[in-house]
């Protein structure tokens, strides 16, 4: 385990549902990060926190609304999914600024299947 | 075009065999590369981490390199076992900004018995 958690593991949702990803890290960063990954793509940044403020949204749809409470949760919302939204959304951490050393941990993700 | 790009795409060993794995990049400053495991439905896990002042990591089995000159960078993978069934990602970060990481696809192993 890394440190990371995110729930659920695995959603199905229909076009008109609404839900939300949820991710918790236990290391202490102060960033974290929201992830697309489709198949054989690299993975797609969607947002970024730091220190509870977003600092980055990479022109995503607004369906897609993250939140982050305080540095150790972070959630995204879902609403009019489409089915090209289906992929494994990734959670991680990091701790900015850490110069050389400065690495991301993963959470196991999401698996979204959007009908 | 992405900044990072893996070879092969996929490929197929035999249990016990030896295999590498390359990354090319153009990221340029670069503060390190960093070799990640992926299995399948699961995030990645960081295998090996590199500044652009070394050469060569190793963790266990896995060995990667660095040519900072060239932008290239290897894994290599000694004696596998069916558990290195996985995709490897191979991920740069930008110097003098946080958060900022650039991936390749992945290179997606299969070893078989």
């Known amino acids: 385990e890394t440190g990371v958690t995110q729930t659920p593991r695995h959603l199905v949702m229909g076009m008109t549902n609404k839900k939300s990803l949820k991710c918790e890290q236990h290391l202490g960063h102060n960033a974290m990060y929201w992830y697309k990954q489709s198949a054989k793509k690299p993975l797609e940044l969607m947002f970024v926190?730091?220190?509870?403020?977003?600092?980055e949204n990479n022109s995503v749809p607004s369906r897609f609304s993250p939140e982050c409470p305080n540095s150790s949760h972070l959630f995204l919302h879902l609403h009019t999914l489409q089915p090209e939204d289906s992929a494994l959304y990734l959670c991680?951490?990091?701790?900015?600024?850490?110069?050389?050393?400065?690495?991301?941990?993963f959470g196991p993700g999401t698996r979204l299947l959007v009908l | 075009k992405n900044q990072v790009e893996q070879s092969p795409q996929s490929l197929i060993i035999l249990e016990g065999k030896n295999c590498t794995l390359q990354?090319?990049?153009?990221?340029?400053?670069?503060?390190?590369l960093r070799w990640y495991k992926q299995d399948t439905g699961r995030g990645p896990v960081s295998l090996t981490i590199?500044?652009?002042?070394?050469n060569t990591k190793s963790n266990g089995r896995y060995t990667a390199t660095l040519d900072a000159d060239t932008k290239q960078s290897s894994l290599h993978i000694t004696a596998s076992q069916l558990s290195d069934s996985a995709s490897y990602i191979c991920?740069?970060?930008?110097?003098?900004?946080?958060?900022?990481?650039?991936f390749g696809a992945g290179t997606q192993v299969v070893v078989t018995p």
């Open positions: 991920v740069v970060s930008v110097t003098d900004s946080w958060g900022k990481f650039q």
């Open positions: 590199m500044t652009f002042s070394e």
């Open positions: 990354c090319n990049y153009t990221v340029s400053p670069f503060s390190n």
């Open positions: 991680a951490s990091s701790q900015p600024w850490a110069q050389l050393q400065e690495t991301q941990y």
């Open positions: 926190y730091n220190f509870k403020e977003q600092t």
